[in-house]
């Protein structure tokens, strides 16, 4: 089953970044290789390491959408990637499993890429 993703690309901020490098991204936990994180339990501790100020909602939040990113998101899904002024939004099919780039070679500080 194809499945359908919102990736906000910092509200919009990185949207052009995204459909110019042809990839969609997420910048959380930027100092940590993702690249072949097990599971959730396993961002969940990268997570809280890295933020342990976080209340535990929205570490539940921040944690849940990582993980489908990391773990759920499949190769001819789809991304949608809503511009800054929400009137486009841009989209594309993931063409690969995800990989780490550090540090990015554009605009964009998303560490944590698929290719679209």
């Known amino acids: 089953m194809t499945n359908v993703w919102c990736v906000r690309a910092d509200v919009g901020t990185f949207a052009d970044e995204f459909v110019n490098g042809g990839y969609a991204g997420i910048g959380w936990l930027r100092n940590k290789n993702l690249s072949r994180v097990a599971g ?58 995800p990989y780490y780039e550090n540090p990015p070679t554009d605009e964009c500080y998303f560490p944590h890429r698929r290719r679209v």
């Open 40 to 97: 959730k339990d396993e961002i969940r501790r990268f997570y809280k390491e890295n933020s342990p100020q976080d209340k535990d909602g929205r570490v539940n939040t921040n944690v849940g959408q990582i993980a489908r990113f990391m773990l759920e998101v499949e190769i001819g899904d789809y991304i949608l990637t809503p511009t800054s002024n929400s009137a486009l939004v841009r989209y594309g099919r993931v063409t690969s499993e």
